[in-house]
């Protein structure tokens, strides 16, 4: 049974902005702290943004200013919303969950407890 879902990729043009949206079937999602990862074809899985369960931000250096992650705990609903898109944040996006109160080392996809599946993006003229 899937625990998160994540929506919102789709192919836009660069410079575009974008929304991705995570639903977490947890019913402790208030209490993790939640991330964006992403894959381009052929590399490592790398980080883009947490937040922890008392609303601190983090961002990798390369989408800091354009990405803004955020949470609605009464949807159980963590986002991720993109602006000035370019070709090289092309990648498969996931959201990942980790630990209830667990915190510190966000950027390691270890830390994480649970993935999606992942959605498309695609920056390209």
């Known amino acids: 049974q899937m625990q998160l879902a994540e929506s919102g990729g789709e192919l836009v043009q660069p410079g575009a902005s974008l929304r991705l949206s995570c639903v977490d079937s947890?019913?402790?999602?208030?209490?993790?702290?939640m991330a964006w990862f992403r894959q381009a074809p052929g590399k490592e899985r790398e980080f883009v943004a947490a937040?922890?369960?008392?609303?601190?931000?983090y961002y990798t250096d390369s989408v800091k200013g354009r990405f803004t992650i955020s949470r609605d705990n009464a949807k159980s609903t963590l986002y991720l919303q993109m602006s000035s898109l370019k070709p090289e944040d092309t990648a498969v996006y996931y959201c990942a969950g980790r630990t209830p109160y667990s915190s510190g080392r966000h950027e390691e996809p270890v830390m994480y407890d649970y993935w999606g599946q992942g959605t498309q993006v695609t920056v390209s003229s």
């Open positions: 937040i922890s369960y008392d609303t601190n931000t």
């Open positions: 947890k019913f402790t999602f208030s209490h993790r702290g």
